[in-house]
Structures are given as structure tokens and as C-alpha cells.
């Protein structure tokens, strides 16, 4: 006899799922022991949200989906930030929840929830499981989360049902994530063409959507014949090397630079857009397009978003759409194809004049920036929000697409340490450094137990200001007073060293490379306690 949630976890491995994370309960014990049969690695965390978070990044790093698990009641409600980082940063993600019988909902009050209307707002499809449909909601649910765009679906599966027996077959099928394999329209290619043909100052724009579709390389022999800046999303950072003489920064970060990078693009008479959209950016950037300069807008998704007016769209596989651009294109005028170089020039002086003439603590760039020469190229980076994510963003050198993970779309902070976890576990060997905030460490500070607890090893650059400062920054700018924003610095290398981790306090760059090289091998947790100057902030943001 097979069970229903021994189909599951059939599903699941057919699917090539190796690991979902999680938090049990009474509800899904029967799943739990379906996923151990099937070999597939069930991950406790200390809390679902941070479950859901590893999901994400565990999608985003491999392009299948993540998946996650949780009980009913209070556990499906503690997923929901994690799944709308999933829905608003375009991760596909299978969220399984424990539920009541059938037959006992009418009758119980306890943990009684309509969880699938509850997540609703935030997955993409929702299925109750029972014997009769589970290969058939399964196979569909994991289908709808990596089709066009991405995004988490979620099942509901009764601790009764899943031990009972299924009925029929099913034969397992594999979807890819890719957009159609053609390129776009012959005629929507043709415009594109004749609209690259007539411009002298190209500027490129590129997303999330280069990485979905594995389109990178196409997009650098793009760049290579029209010779033009080309910005990119802090997730589609890595698409473009951060050497290539044409990779111009990262837009829609709401910084003091973001001037700089506005006026290339005003300066241009033509914005290709690459797999981008506006859920990427803030501020200014919503609506950046200057009037006249027509859009050819490239996705797998045509221009639903309208926030520009797309004289052509190539709606396909972006690679095959950019490949279909290439014979009839020329480099940009002469003076535009060092555009890039200068603005990165500009850039970094902007960033070296926020530095405060006496710091009382380590410079927030100097570090980032020293880190980032220091560190090997294949590095992967997990970066928290807050003030420390808009610098890092725009300044960490990123050389290989999907080796920054951040999110974005919804900025959640807490993000980095258990995108950390999920991408150690992916790749044990891949150098990788976590940056966080103190703010953001404390919501998931019980993770450092978890990665103790499976012996992953990773340097993590905590920086420690004692305040939530990119608010602080946007209060002061208000002239209100700043309510709400500070807080207690407690011995954080003392409380890692509580967890089984290394912790150690960090006052200069030089310590903090130190200790950030030492911890790289993989061999230990470590926490680098690094006191920085957040003064400069104000002129960053």
C-alpha cells in the first residue's frame, strides 16, 4: 500500500527535491517519516519563516524549487513573510502544511484555520491534497511555480489523509523553468533591429529574468558588439561581470548615486530592457524613462507592468531573443563606449567623500570594498537589508550570475543567514560570506544554532551600529526625532560562542579581512563582530 504522503514524497524525489526545510508538527509526522523513506533531507529550523526563507534561496541558486514544510495553525502563519519574499522576488517554492480532517473541522475551534485563504494573497495556487489527487495537485503545483514568473504554490494535506492509501497511478513527468525555447516575434525582432541600428548611445537595463533564463551569455555578446553601459538589479548582479568594461552599476537602490546613474540613462537614446521589472527597484527608478527615447523591452513575459512604453517587445526566451539581434547590430558611437568606465569612476568618488573625516568605528564601504578584492572571484555573497544591503549592493564586485542573493522585491530583512545555510548546504565547497545587520540578526538569531547543528562552516560580517539606520536616516531627513530605531549591543561574538560558533570582535579592515579569509575554508562557523561608523550613511542614502 502506498499512502498519500508517500506519493508525496515520490513526487518530490521524481522532481530531483533533496531537502525540505522545516519545522514538524503533529499534523505532518506522517510526511516527515514519507520524506526519510524517499532519502530526501528534512532540514529543522527554529522558525518557519526562516524555513521558507532557505527555500527561496535554495531556488534561486539551483532554479527548481525549494520546498518547505509546516504544521498547522500557528506554523502556516509563521511561513507568510517567507513566502511573499518568495512571491515578490520570483522563487519558486512548494509549501506543504499539516491541516484537520475533513470530518473534524466542523467540530474543533482549536488551531482552526482556512489556511489556504490565509496565504492566498502570497502563493501563486493552492490544492487541497487528499488519496485520489495527490500525484496529479503535486505535479501541477510544482509546474505552476517554475512557469512564468516564478513564484510559491502552496498544499494543504489533513495528518488522516496523508496516511491513508491512494488510489490509481501516475507517471512523473519534469518541467523546465525556461520561457519558450524560440525567440520572439520575426516582426517585434526586425523593429528591435531597426531601432539598434539607428542608435548611437544605447543603454542596457537587466533582471531578474537573464538569470531565469540562463540568458547571460547571450546578453554579454550583446554587450560586446554594441559596446554600451549596461546597469543591472542587485538580483541580476553577476549577469555582467563586475570588470566588464561595460558594467555601468546597480539601479533602483534609493541611494544619493542613484543621480548619476539616471543621468546615463537620460543621456541615451535608447533603453533595452532585459528581463527586467520594476518589482526590482525603488524610488526615482519607477519611472526613470526620459521622454523620446524609445524602449525594446526583452522578457519571456510581454510589458504587463506598463510602467514604460515599449516601442517593441520580444516576448521569448530572452537567450534565443538576444541571439536573434546580434547580425544586423553595431557598436555605439565612440564616446559613449567608455560611458560605463567614467560613471564607475564617478561612483566610487561619491562613496569615498561620504567617509567621515575621524570615524569612530570601521568605514562601511572601506570594508565591503576590502572584502570584495579580498575574497576569491567565485565567492557567493548572502546580503540582509538595511542600510548595509543598498551600499553592498552597489559596491560588492560581483563576477558570476546568482552569486549575490538578497531580497529584493519585498526587502525583508533577516534573509541573509538563512539564505546562508540553504546555499552551504547546495555547495559545500563555494566560498561563501554572509553580511547581516545587527537589526536583521536578531530576528533569526536561533539559525546560528542550526548551522552549528549541520556543521556548515562560513564567515559572517555582522556590522554592528546598535541602530536600525537606514530608517534613522530617512527620520532624520524628515527632521523627526529618531523613535524606535535604537537599540541595545550586546556581546554578539560571546552569544555566537553560546551557539558552538566562533565569535570574535573586529575594530579595523585589517582584523576583519583576517578573520573573514581565516573562516572561509569552510571549516567553522564564525561571527566578526565589526563596529562601523554609520555616519556616512547620511550621505550614502
Known amino acids: 500500500m502506498v499512502t498519500t504522503a508517500q506519493a508525496l514524497a515520490q513526487t518530490l524525489k521524481a522532481w530531483g527535491v533533496k531537502r525540505v526545510f522545516g519545522v514538524p508538527g503533529g499534523s505532518v509526522l506522517t510526511v516527515l517519516e514519507a520524506l526519510n523513506q524517499e532519502g530526501i533531507e528534512f532540514v529543522l529550523v527554529k522558525h518557519e519563516n526562516n524555513g521558507a ?32 519574499h518568495a512571491y515578490l522576488d520570483r522563487a519558486p517554492l512548494l509549501v506543504i502544511t499539516g491541516q484537520f480532517s475533513e470530518s473534524t473541522i466542523p467540530l474543533i475551534t482549536h488551531q482552526r484555520l482556512d489556511q489556504r485563504q ?15 489527487n495527490v500525484h496529479g495537485v503535486i505535479e501541477k503545483a510544482l509546474r505552476i511555480a517554475v512557469s512564468q514568473r516564478p513564484g510559491p504554490v502552496h498544499v494543504d494535506l489533513a495528518g488522516d489523509v496523508a496516511a491513508s ?9 519534469k518541467y523546465s523553468v525556461q520561457s519558450p525555447g524560440g525567440p520572439a516575434d520575426p516582426a517585434e525582432c526586425q523593429r528591435a533591429s531597426e531601432l539598434l541600428q539607428k542608435s548611437k548611445r544605447p543603454v542596457i537595463l537587466a533582471g531578474l529574468g537573464v538569470l531565469w533564463d540562463k540568458a547571460h551569455d547571450a546578453l554579454l555578446e550583446l554587450v560586446d558588439k554594441l559596446k554600451c553601459p549596461v546597469m543591472v538589479t542587485p538580483k541580476a548582479k553577476g549577469v555582467i561581470p563586475a570588470d566588464h ?8 537602490l534609493g541611494m544619493a548615486v542613484d543621480d548619476l546613474l539616471l543621468d546615463v540613462l537620460r543621456q541615451g537614446d535608447l533603453i533595452v530592457t532585459v528581463g527586467y521589472e520594476p518589482v526590482e527597484v525603488v524610488g526615482s527608478w519607477y519611472r526613470p524613462w526620459p521622454e523620446g527615447a524609445p524602449v ?4 519571456g513575459l510581454p510589458n504587463i507592468d506598463g510602467f514604460y512604453r515599449a516601442e517593441a517587445e520580444l516576448v521569448g526566451n530572452i537567450g534565443s531573443s538576444l541571439k536573434a539581434l546580434l547580425p544586423k547590430i553595431h557598436p555605439s558611437s565612440g564616446d559613449w563606449q567608455g560611458r560605463a568606465g567614467l560613471l564607475r569612476r564617478e561612483l566610487r568618488q561619491r562613496f569615498e567623500e561620504s567617509i567621515p573625516s575621524s570615524p569612530t568605528g570601521v568605514s562601511p564601504y572601506e570594508l565591503i ?19 548595509h544591503k543598498i551600499l553592498s549592493s552597489q559596491v560588492w564586485p560581483t563576477f558570476e550570475p546568482g552569486a549575490f542573493l538578497v531580497s529584493n522585491g519585498l526587502s525583508t530583512m533577516g534573509f541573509s543567514l538563512p539564505a546562508a545555510i540553504a546555499a552551504k548546504l547546495h555547495d559545500p565547497q563555494r566560498p561563501l560570506v554572509c553580511l547581516t545587520g545587527d537589526g536583521g540578526l536578531g530576528m533569526v538569531l536561533g539559525e546560528l544554532e542550526t548551522a552549528v547543528r549541520l556543521g556548515l562552516g562560513f564567515p559572517i560580517i555582522l556590522f554592528v551600529d546598535g541602530s536600525l539606520s537606514l530608517i534613522k536616516v530617512k527620520q532624520e531627513e524628515k527632521e523627526y526625532a529618531p523613535l524606535g530605531v535604537d537599540f541595545g549591543t550586546p556581546d554578539w561574538a560571546g552569544i555566537a560562542s553560546s551557539f558552538g560558533a566562533r565569535g570574535v570582535k573586529a575594530d579595523s579592515i585589517e582584523t576583519c579581512l583576517k578573520e573573514t579569509l581565516d573562516a572561509i575554508d569552510g571549516q567553522r562557523l ?10 556616512e550613511y547620511r550621505k550614502q542614502m
Open 53 to 84: 526563507l532557505m527555500a527561496s534561496a535554495h531556488a534561486q541558486l539551483t532554479g527548481s524549487p525549494g520546498v518547505c514544510l509546516a504544521t498547522g495553525g500557528p506554523g502556516t502563519i509563521n511561513l507568510i513573510n517567507g513566502l511573499t
Open 118 to 132: 490565509l496565504l492566498a494573497p502570497v502563493v501563486k495556487w493552492s490544492a487541497q491534497v487528499d488519496g485520489k
Open 165 to 173: 492509501p491512494v488510489k490509481g497511478t501516475f507517471s512523473h513527468g
Open 245 to 252: 568594461p561595460q558594467f555601468a552599476g546597480v539601479f533602483g
Open 296 to 299: 525594446i523591452h526583452i522578457d
Open 369 to 387: 570594498l576590502a572584502l570584495g578584492q579580498a575574497l576569491p572571484r567565485e565567492t557567493l555573497v548572502t546580503c540582509d537589508v538595511g542600510a
Open 526 to 535: 564564525t561571527l566578526i563582530e565589526a563596529k562601523i561608523d554609520p555616519r
